[in-house]
T-cell receptor, first 114, second 111 residues
């Protein structure tokens, strides 16, 4: 079975641009969470979606948005990119919400903002 | 808001020595999870603890959840070079539907 897949794996953008990152969860998983990981730090929670509804939001500005589709895949959108948005963006899928068990992470999308 | 702190930030050991990382939360946790991230990789789930005072073992790894459910530890006995990586704890507080990660402890093992 395929694990969590994310695309693109690497991308370079310039300040002010917009980016869309995509994630396909493990088959049967209904929850997708998004994390931002800056080099040398722990993953920072951005969003969790379960059954296509937002179930949790971290302390990120409104420039960050996400959605989950009927097939449970998800997109993370970031508008008006800043240099500080450069990071590894991790998607994780799980059977249920945060209280219900392990997260399975994808390999991540590494975003560089110039 | 919910915060999870981990110490030490970095630990450097000789192969065969023991290693311990500690995790403390500012709020009572409903559960705590531990993950390992190898250099250049993504976090991989190790274990979840739910009960107050719970202790679980996986071969050379021992995980504990504090009685007050605000702290946890991971102990590795007789480290091996394959243990190299960053170990993260991550907790969920009641009322917060989000898994919050600590900053991690980076373990270096020298042969």
């Amino acid at each position: 079975d395929a694990g969590v897949t994310q695309s693109p794996t690497h991308l370079i953008k310039t300040r002010g641009q917009h980016v869309t990152l995509r994630c396909s969860p493990i088959s049967g998983h209904k929850s997708v969470s998004w994390y931002q990981q800056v080099l040398g730090q722990g993953p920072q929670f951005i969003f969790q979606y379960y059954e296509k509804e937002e179930r949790g939001r971290g302390n990120f500005p409104d420039r960050f948005s996400a959605r989950q589709f009927p097939n449970y895949s998800s997109e993370l959108n970031v508008n008006a990119l800043l240099l500080g948005d450069s990071a590894l963006y991790l998607c994780a899928s799980s059977l249920g919400t945060a209280n219900t068990g392990e997260l399975f992470f994808g390999e991540g999308s590494r975003l560089t903002v110039l | 808001g919910q915060q999870v702190m981990q110490i030490p930030q970095y630990q450097h050991v000789q192969e065969g020595e023991d290693f311990t990382t500690y995790c403390n939360s500012s709020t009572t946790l409903s559960n705590i999870q531990w993950y390992k991230q190898r250099p250049g990789g993504h976090p991989v789930f190790l274990i979840q603890l739910v009960k107050s005072g719970e202790v679980k073992k996986q071969k050379r790894l021992t995980f504990q959840f504090g009685e007050a459910k605000k702290n946890s530890s991971l102990h590795i006995t007789a480290t091996q070079t394959t243990d190299v990586g960053t170990y993260f704890c991550a907790g969920v507080s009641g009322g917060y539907n989000k898994l919050i990660f600590g900053a991690g402890t980076r373990l270096a093992v020298h042969p």
